[in-house]
């Protein structure tokens, strides 16, 4: 079982920046597949960034066009937690941002849909004004 708590979110400009966190805890894979996805009030939940390994050191990463160029999504190892960073951020970037983790390595395509995810965090709110 693994466990994830969110950290990190808060209220900024448009045009700022803000760095996620999520700390993972508990039993861990070879393979894994972890990812953000985030939900604004009255929408669906949305894809937004996913990062994989097989248990070596290389890690592939996939995002929605939505952040791509804005977002970047990472993880220590050393510290078993998973980061987002956001710039440039816009109004439409606010919604509530949840961590996933899942032990499937899969594929991008397979990484984007939320049913592949076996964990999740409670969520973390994020605003941004203009």
């Known amino acids: 079982q693994v466990q994830l708590v969110e950290s990190g979110g808060g209220s900024v400009q448009a045009g700022g920046s803000l760095r996620l966190s999520c700390a993972a805890s508990?039993?861990?894979?070879?393979?894994?597949?972890m990812g953000w996805f985030r939900q604004a009030p009255g929408l669906e939940r949305e894809f937004v960034a996913t990062?994989?390994?097989?248990?070596?050191?290389?890690?592939?990463?996939d995002y929605s066009n939505s952040v791509k160029g804005r977002f970047s999504i990472s993880r220590d190892r050393a510290k078993n937690t998973l980061y987002l960073q956001m710039n440039s951020l816009k109004p439409d970037d606010t919604a509530v941002y949840y961590c996933?983790?899942?032990?499937?390595?899969?594929?991008?395509?397979?990484?984007?849909?939320?049913?592949?995810?076996?964990?999740w965090g409670q969520g973390t709110q994020v605003t941004v004004s203009s």
């Open positions: 508990g039993r861990t894979f070879t393979s894994y597949t």
């Open positions: 990062i994989r390994w097989n248990g070596g050191y290389t890690y592939y990463t």
């Open positions: 996933a983790a899942g032990q499937y390595f899969g594929s991008a395509s397979i990484g984007r849909s939320s049913s592949t995810y076996d964990y």
